[in-house]
């Protein structure tokens, strides 16, 4: 699977972005995804993950009711809109794809085989 991560830029706090992945190469539907981020100097963090069909959604703490993610099987796309953005958003994020959804809402980066290129989003305050 191809995975093309898009939709970051700078904002200021309290704006929103949304972020799309684009999967290429297998079929789509077959695989749960997960968006991750990585801030300067920091580990890669889990952010959300969805399930294969869409129904089950899975957060991190600090974004749980600020960030949704969601997809469109028919487009090959999952999204990941982000409301109330802080500073503490800033990060690279990382779209990320599984074909195994067991521990899904652990948020286990290994557990992923495909990964994309990361897209910046940055929050000023």
């Known amino acids: 699977v191809q995975l093309q991560a898009s939709g970051g830029g700078l904002v200021q706090a309290g704006d929103s972005l949304r972020l799309s992945c684009a999967a290429s190469?297998?079929?789509?539907?077959?695989?749960?995804m997960g968006w991750f981020r990585q801030a300067p100097g920091k580990e890669r963090e889990f952010v959300a993950a969805?399930?294969?069909?869409?129904?089950?959604?899975y957060y991190t703490a600090p974004v749980r009711g600020r960030f949704t993610i969601s997809r469109d099987n028919a487009r090959n796309t999952v999204y990941l809109q982000m409301n109330s953005l802080n500073p503490e958003d800033t990060a690279v994020y990382y779209c990320?794809?599984?074909?195994?959804?067991?521990?899904?809402?652990?948020?286990?980066?290994?557990?992923?085989?495909?990964w994309g290129r990361g897209t910046q989003v940055t929050v000023s305050s």
């Open positions: 990320a794809a599984t074909s195994s959804e067991d521990r899904l809402g652990f948020g286990l980066d290994y557990e992923y085989e495909y």
């Open positions: 190469g297998r079929t789509f539907s077959n695989y749960a």
């Open positions: 969805i399930k294969k069909s869409g129904v089950y959604k």
